[in-house]
């Protein structure tokens, strides 16, 4: 693997679950990071993802780094050619080039703006530290997708699952505010390459980009698409179509007791944080079908099973450190 | 050891003063906490309490991950069956249980409000972190006690005794700003359980939680107080009765050369930031009677006896780390 | 070295490069500073310098705590004898006694004011840090100095020299705000300490501190001055003499390729971040000229070298490290 900025990165997913799960089992891990640094940026706060893939990290033996590009103020221009005479003080070529020089993988969080979807598409940010870096990079979020995440979802079915193939049904589900498109997308891309059943549900106008979306199933009554799930992964998401916007917060889409019934007992997913009784109800999440606490766990493994690939010489696959 | 929220906590406070200095003496400490992942979670600014930490934590071996939640504005939700549409974004119940997936100990910080003197009595970050981590929760302050900060003190007072049961007395003194009753309530509990004579001395209306003080003596007379003090622990703190109150800036509180003479040569004592000339005078700090630096030094030794406590598998005690 | 708080802390530069540049080849670096920590104090935001000595400080197996005094908005007293009834919660006695606590070296950056000369030439933050703390004292980027950056383009000259006494120029150029002159500083007292031919060119008005320059040449006409240079060193600082002023913008002044056309094909410098098209166009920074990248990455090795020297028991030279 050279970075990991999306699922098109990865070219044996199964295998990679693999390791995680292995990962998770025996968590030797030793010292393949040892002597290696990964630097954290993040251009909009984290928490879970700081955290977990700090430790998958610390669990290799590397040293972490973290830098708050938000907070600093560290304003960095991305255009070719700017004359650079007013508040961006640092251009990504110098940036990404100096990163490349204390750290050994850098892994950068950049959130979209939903106002511009063009430019939101466009994921700027990452694709410049993947063109001007010279170490590898991974995706801690970005305008788009959040392959770690997906990454996270598809280990956890896989790990969860009770038969050969599972149906698995996103839900869309109401929010007070607009929130990116890039979990969802994600949860697509990997479901789309795992063996499974699956299915997303969601309100008219909220259909997510149809070059994601695919062939993949869209029902828009929840009911009908929530009949027989083995997993149900519920998640808010703004409008695509009407880019960054809440068309509607119709709480008969709340994940509830009610719609659990219509599961096959399903296990119930969340990306995390979620907001109780908005998202998914108490009655859900404090029962035995919510597995958001094992999920928000696994998140150190698929980490870790990233980090390794990056660092790992092996027979099969050579390191993507840069020589230095 | 479960956790370290309270004194209550501790079961032989002489036994863990010794295993601290002993710590101070020998600091070999070596490999117990290899490994481990200590996080500390502030919701208020910390500088003292997190590098004594953190060093304690490194010096055991442990890798640490802080989390200012202070300033990602990280809102959480304490109440149960709360319907989250508002501004908080992630549940306590949810929060501790994911922290206590990537952390083996989590220490928090979380200050009074001073405004509502029930809801900061009920401790309510504190008790909830209790209530939903599945790992050990360490208070590095919260509204009504701050129990590193009393452990560190009571092993200061054992260190440098040079009487068998030494005359302790804790002092109010002026301040511009209105402070918690943490610090003072703390240090009243362990000067009751460990074996001097014990005095408090504040000025009317300034009288400290009746459920602390017990059976402590109060006296509203600094001077009467002082006399033949083997130590004085001079802090400030706002009013218990009219609730985070500054009732008075009283400049003959502060602690004085001349109020030093009415001692028996006592040392003087501060959790520090202290402020010169208001709290206590220059003559008094700069001269050999003060061991606020030496007091200082002790948190180190305080946390890492209390993190060996939560870490050590012994003969006599077992881990209280969760089994992941 | 007992400190490193500017150049004259250094009593052997030809040999302290050789140092850095050994580490460089062979970063097998090992354990001198295992168990010891290194607290780095930031007045001021820092990323590169942050980074570059973090990375060093990991390389020699010490723990690093991060303390950033601005954000944590930690007001310190620095008058001796003041009445601290207001904004600032410590004075520096405490502080910088407290710290050396916790930490083997602490390193501090304070910037300028850029308002009051007098004032910032004092270097009040590092002259009390120098006095008050009982361990060493680095100098991150202080008011009138940046003495890790300019070792670093010492090693960098070193580096990459081709002739014997190679012809070094510093010169000015325009930005659109008001910046330190302590990077300059620094430049022009490490260069006056290497075997190098040097001048310093700059608009009148923009003459450094006499004190600095000493008999160093100064030409105002940047074209005569960059004549056969083998190093150009290209930075914008505010006035001296009509302190902390920008007097001009003249965009004359920006290092293009038909300034480069008037050198020996030089390599050029820059301590980053660099506005392009402002200090320096894109055709130099994007040439093989430039050396911004391979400068950025020395500043790791010239902060190894001097924690080396005030870690490393030596025949030559004991530590400088507080024995606890």
Redesign the interface.
Request: net charge neutral; aromatic share 4%; hydrophobic share 40%.
């Given at each position: 693997m050279e970075n990991y900025i999306s699922i098109s990165d990865i070219d044996d997913l199964q295998e990679l679950i693999a390791e995680a799960l292995q990962l998770k089992k025996d968590n030797t891990a030793a010292n393949l990071g040892k002597?290696k640094?990964l630097?954290m940026l993040f251009f909009n706060?984290s928490?879970?993802t700081r955290?977990?893939t700090?430790?998958a990290a610390?669990?290799l033996g590397m040293?972490v780094?973290v830098?708050n590009a938000d907070?600093?103020?560290?304003a960095l221009?991305f255009e070719d050619?700017?004359?650079?005479?007013?508040d961006?003080?640092?251009?990504i070529?110098?940036?990404a080039?100096?990163?490349s020089?204390?750290?050994d993988i850098i892994a950068v969080r950049a959130f979209p703006g939903l106002k511009d979807r063009e430019k939101d598409q466009a994921e700027i940010v990452m694709n410049s530290f993947r063109k001007y870096a010279s170490v590898p990079v991974i995706n801690l979020e970005s305008a788009t997708g959040h392959p770690l995440q997906g990454l996270t979802d598809a280990i956890t079915i896989m790990e969860l699952q009770q038969v050969k193939k599972p149906k698995v049904v996103l839900t869309w589900a109401p929010h007070?505010r607009a929130l990116p498109q890039s979990v969802p997308n994600s949860f697509v891309e990997f479901m789309q390459n795992i063996d499974v059943e699956f299915i997303i549900t969601n309100p008219e106008g909220y259909d997510l980009d149809p070059q994601i979306v695919k062939n993949t199933t869209v029902v828009h009554d929840q009911d009908t698409a929530l009949k027989d799930a083995d997993f149900v992964y519920v998640k808010n998401w703004s409008s695509f179509n009407d880019y960054g916007k809440i068309l509607t917060e119709d709480k008969s889409w709340t994940f509830s007791g009610d719609k659990l019934e219509l599961t096959n007992n399903a296990k119930v997913m969340h990306c995390?944080?979620?907001?109780?009784?908005?998202v998914i109800n108490?009655e859900v999440?404090?029962s035995e079908n919510a597995v958001?606490?094992h999920q928000?766990?696994n998140r150190?493994f698929a980490a870790q099973a990233v980090l390794q690939r990056l660092l790992a010489p092996s027979p099969r696959r050579g390191s993507y450190l840069r020589e230095k």
């Open positions: 002597g640094t630097g706060p928490l879970r955290l977990s700090e430790k610390k669990l040293d780094m830098m907070k600093d103020g560290w221009e050619g700017a004359i650079m005479n007013s961006k003080a640092e251009h070529k110098e940036a080039a100096v990163l020089q204390y750290c007070p995390l944080p979620v907001r109780r009784n908005v108490d999440l404090d958001v606490i928000a766990n150190t």
